[in-house]
C-alpha cells in the first residue's frame, strides 16, 4: 500500500523524487527533497530533468518552472546557480497547487483566519502595496535565515513561497 502511495504522488508531484516520504510538506526548507541552498545540479537531479533557467540573465538571478513542475503550481528562484526560492501558485485551469500543504495543514484555497490559527503569533500580517484588502503574511524560520510567505486576498490563501531572505521578501525573487 505504502508503495502504491508513492507511486501516486510522483505522478502527482510531476516526477519529484519524495524517497518514502508520502505526504511531503511545504516549510521554509523546501519541498520534498527539493531544498533552498540546494546547486542547479543538486535541483536537477531532485525534479530529474534538466532545467532551462539562464544563469546569465538578470545578473544571475531567474525565476522559472518546468513543465511537470508547473501542473503542480511549483516555479523556482535560482540566484547564481543557488535555489533560493519555490514558489506555489496557480499557473492555469490544469495545475493542481492544492495538494501542496505546510506541516500545520496550510495551502492554497486556505481560510485567512485558518492560516493565521496555523501559525499564531509566528504568523506577520501585512497589507500587500496596491491592495490594502489583499495580506502578505510571513512566517520566519527560528534562525531567520528562511521563511514562508502567503499572500492571501482578505479570506484565502492565493499563493505561496519558501525561500532565503531577501529573495522570498522580493516580488520576483530577483534582486
Given amino acids: 500500500m505504502k508503495a502504491g502511495l508513492?507511486?501516486?504522488c510522483l505522478m502527482l508531484s510531476g516526477g519529484i523524487a519524495l524517497a518514502d516520504d508520502p505526504a511531503p510538506f511545504f516549510s521554509a526548507d523546501g519541498y520534498a527533497n527539493i531544498k533552498i541552498g540546494m546547486n542547479s545540479d543538486q535541483l536537477e537531479r531532485a525534479v530529474r530533468q534538466k532545467l532551462t533557467f539562464n544563469p546569465f540573465a538578470n545578473h544571475g538571478c531567474s525565476l522559472f518552472t518546468t513543465?511537470?513542475?508547473?501542473?503542480?503550481?511549483l516555479s523556482f528562484v535560482m540566484d547564481r546557480k543557488i535555489l533560493v526560492r519555490i514558489n506555489v501558485d496557480y499557473f492555469s485551469a490544469s495545475s493542481?497547487?492544492?495538494s501542496i500543504k505546510t506541516a500545520a495543514g496550510v495551502g492554497l484555497g486556505t481560510s485567512e483566519e485558518d492560516l493565521l490559527s496555523a501559525y499564531g503569533s509566528a504568523a506577520v500580517v501585512k497589507?500587500?502595496?496596491g491592495d490594502p484588502t489583499w495580506h502578505t503574511v510571513s512566517i520566519e524560520s527560528p534562525?531567520?535565515?528562511n521563511g514562508l510567505i502567503f499572500e492571501t486576498d482578505g479570506k484565502k490563501v492565493t499563493s505561496m513561497r519558501a525561500g532565503s531572505y531577501p529573495a522570498i521578501s522580493l516580488i520576483n525573487g530577483c534582486p
Fill in 143 to 145: 534562525d531567520h535565515s
Fill in 67 to 73: 513543465p511537470q513542475m508547473e501542473l503542480v503550481g
Fill in 96 to 98: 493542481q497547487p492544492r
Fill in 6 to 8: 508513492v507511486l501516486a
Fill in 127 to 129: 497589507p500587500t502595496p
